[in-house]
C-alpha cells in the first residue's frame, strides 16, 4: 500500500496600507505603487522618483498623494537603461 501525502503553504502578507486600483490612462494597464515599483525593478525609489519627474513613466497621483506608475512604461525604460 502507498501513500501519497501533498502538503502546501500559504503565506498571507498584511502591510495594513491599502491597495490601490487605478489603470494607466495611456496604455491601460494596472498602476503600481512606488514600492511595487521598487520590488519590481529592484531599483531605489530615488530612480523611480527621477524617471517620473523627467517624463519617462506614465503616472499619475491619488487624491491623497500617492504615487502610481505604469509597470509597461516602467519596463521600457528599465530596458533602455540596462542597454546603455
Not at 51 to 79: D, I, W, Y
Request: with cysteine; glycine share 8%.
Amino acid at each position: 500500500m502507498e501513500i501519497e501525502i501533498r502538503t502546501e503553504k500559504i503565506w498571507f502578507v498584511r502591510s495594513g496600507k491599502t491597495r490601490f486600483y487605478a489603470d494607466c490612462d495611456k496604455c491601460g494597464g494596472q498602476m503600481l505603487t512606488t514600492d511595487e515599483a521598487v520590488n519590481y525593478t529592484g531599483s531605489g525609489s530615488r530612480t523611480i522618483f527621477q524617471m517620473v519627474e523627467s517624463g519617462q513613466l506614465h503616472f499619475r497621483e491619488t487624491p491623497k498623494g500617492l504615487l502610481l506608475v505604469c509597470p509597461a512604461s516602467l519596463s521600457q525604460n528599465m530596458e533602455k537603461t540596462q542597454k546603455e
